[in-house]
DNA sequence: GTTGACGTTTACGTAAACGTCAACTATATT
DNA sequence: AATATAGTTGACGTTTACGTAAACGTCAAC
């Protein structure tokens, strides 16, 4: 088990690769190559060219990677440059990081605040849909005239 | 008990209010009174008028309140106004409320479904800043600028 | 030698929910 | 009368993450 993969009709690896257009990287991804582009023009990445054409490096592919997780994960396109951003620098990284955990546990105590309203949110949904569902059931045996003034 | 309050410097409980003005509104909403002019914009609400002063009745108010806590609940503002206005009709409400208990399911779905990703996003996280203080444990010990715990 | 697929750049559009600012009016107080 | 206060309208700005269209280049295939 040297090698990743080397199945009989001679399939290169994606990981092999050294080399990705956009279309690929895009769909892979499951992103439009409008979203990649986008991404380039926020200085997020940096393909090579070959003429116009971008060309894109297992870097590049695995910054896309960082930035996908990112978005997942509800930081921002901005907040992201700036991780990457502090990351190339060779020598310490521990700037990088720090940052980077900063950040971290802000989102970190974000999402937990938003799970909280989410919670909440969903209790009072729980709440009033079985409310709506009594009027509902004493409104179709009542008659015409039985308005409750829900407002 | 029969009124709701009466104290001494016969101070007038908003509920007994018949008409507010937008500055009180908002304060008490805690909005601008701009938010409740674009509301207004958006048709969710129709205050008289006096002259060009907004007058707003105790229905508006309630109206209001409605439209801030299906804010709240992660309405948008679209399916508020639909919510709100098949209320008005008179006669049968069973089709405002069918729909409204409609959207307060599929909002359920929502908020549930948003819930589990932001779980998973949290313990993606953890995970992720368990890690990154690992690294920076292990850099820090290697090189001299030791500032262990971070703030 | 044309078709089709894919690429490029530039620039404007979209959605949500307001904020900001300017200019104006109306009423009330000093 | 002049100022203060509160209200009005309209138009444009903001933020985020892209979408979409125009107008064109390039390259291989048929």
Redesign the pocket.
Known sequence: MIGKQMNANTKIDKDDRVQF???ELAEEFG?????I??YEDKGLVNPERDG???IYSRKDRGRLKIILRG?RLGF???DIKKMLDMYSPKGEPTGQLTFTLQKCEEQLEKLIAQRTDINEAIAELEDGIAQLREHLASSDSAADGCKKTIA
Chains 1, 2 share one sequence.
């Open positions: 257009s956009i279309t992103v439009t190559s409008r979203t582009r986008f116009t054409t971008r978005r921002s396109l901005q």
